[in-house]
Structures are given as C-alpha cells and as structure tokens.
C-alpha cells in the first residue's frame, strides 16, 4: 500500500529534517562500525595468540601425560588423576567494549601446590606432578581463549546489526524520504507555476477590461 504524502511545504520541509536526521544516524552508524571492526581485529590478533598458547600448552602437556605413562604406568597415573579431581569455580560477569555487553570470566589461578592437589605425594613422582601442574596451566588458558571467543561473537553479532541499519538507512529510508522531498518539490512547483499563469490572466483581463 502507497504513503499518503501531503505535498504541501510543511511537509516537505519536515521530510528535508527526517532526511538530514537519517543521514546523521547513517554516518554515526558507519563510526560505530568501523570502531567496532577494529576493536575485533584487535580481539581476533589475540584470540590467534591465545590459540596458539593453547596448543603449545596442550602439547607440553600431553607429553608429560605420555612420558608419566611411561615410566610410572597408567594406574598410578589415573590413581592421581582420580584423587587430585576438584572443582572449576568460575563467574561469569558483565563488561563492555564500544558499548556492547560481553562475558568476562573470573576465577582463580587454576594452578595448584604440590599439597593442594589431594593425591599421595608418597605414592607419586615428579613426573605425575609435573602432569598436573601443566594440565592446570592448560585449564587457564582454556578460559582465557573461551573468554576472547565470547568477546569476538557479540562484536560480530553486534557489527552484523549495525551494518543491517546502515544498510536499511542508506538503500531503504534515505531513497524513500528522497524520493518523497523530489515528489513534493515537483508538485510544488508545478503549482507555482500555475498559480503564476492563473495570475498572468488575471492581470491581462484587468488590462482589458482597463483599455
């Protein structure tokens, strides 16, 4: 169903002001995009280091799982694995960056004494410690990277919504209020232009009826 437009120069005047408006909305938007995309470069070159400390951590981990393995077997491996379990407590609050909400992870230093851990230091070697203390290591990172992969998706949900406004701004609402402004300055002036023809009669007609 069409706009009813009333072409009079109110009407005009206050589509020329949506116009105006629209556009101003239209580049703060663009501000706000580009700011926002270079914040997720920034979050994205960290997530890409976090990730690659992830993996070198994960490694040298896993190495010391397999060198524990070997020389002190599987059972004493998972008879410390099974005693030294405990909780991850972590709290997830709220932060902002450019104005949009994101997870920020609290917890405590993952990383545990030799004492803290619950298992038998008797029973153990070095080596089984040296497993835990670098699956610890690993767990901090986890949270770290989790954390930056949260912080990266709201920045690209919220850079994905803002480019849909700038969108519909630019290629919907703008040509339409312009469209609108160029209809009404048309019929506008083609009235003035009959007016001033109606007004040529008349005063031809006084000529006349003068002479």
């Known amino acids: 169903m069409a706009e009813k437009i009333s072409p009079t120069r109110l009407q005009l005047l206050a589509i020329k002001t949506q116009i105006a ?12 995009r580009k700011a926002m995309m270079q ?8 997530l890409i280091e ?13 190495r010391a799982l397999a060198l524990a393995d070997a020389f002190d077997g599987d059972q004493a491996v998972n008879s410390a694995s099974f005693a030294a379990r405990g909780e991850a407590s ?8 450019m104005g949009v909400p994101v997870p920020k992870f609290e917890h405590k230093n993952f990383s545990r004494s030799l004492m803290a851990r ?10 089984i410690d040296e497993v835990a203390r670098r699956f610890e290591e ?4 986890v949270v770290e990277v989790a954390e930056r992969e949260a912080t990266l998706r709201r920045l ?7 480019s849909r406004r700038v969108n519909a701004l630019e290629h919907v609402t703008l040509p339409r209020l312009l469209a609108q402004s ?10 003035e232009r009959e007016d001033l023809f109606r007004l040529k009669r008349v005063k031809q007609k006084i000529y006349q009826r003068k002479y």
Request: charged fraction near 30%; aromatic fraction near 2%.
């Open 21 to 32: 408006l629209a556009q101003q909305g239209r580049d703060l938007l663009k501000e706000k």
């Open 39 to 46: 914040e997720f470069m920034g979050a994205a070159a960290v």
């Open 50 to 62: 976090k990730g690659e400390a992830l993996e070198r951590s994960a490694a040298v981990a896993r």
């Open 90 to 97: 972590i709290a997830i609050d709220r932060g902002h960056v």
């Open 118 to 127: 619950g298992y038998s230091l008797i029973g153990t070697s070095a080596r």
């Open 138 to 141: 690993e767990l901090n990172v």
């Open 156 to 162: 690209a949900a919220e850079i994905q919504r803002t």
């Open 182 to 191: 160029r209809l009404i300055g048309m019929i506008l002036e083609e009235r």
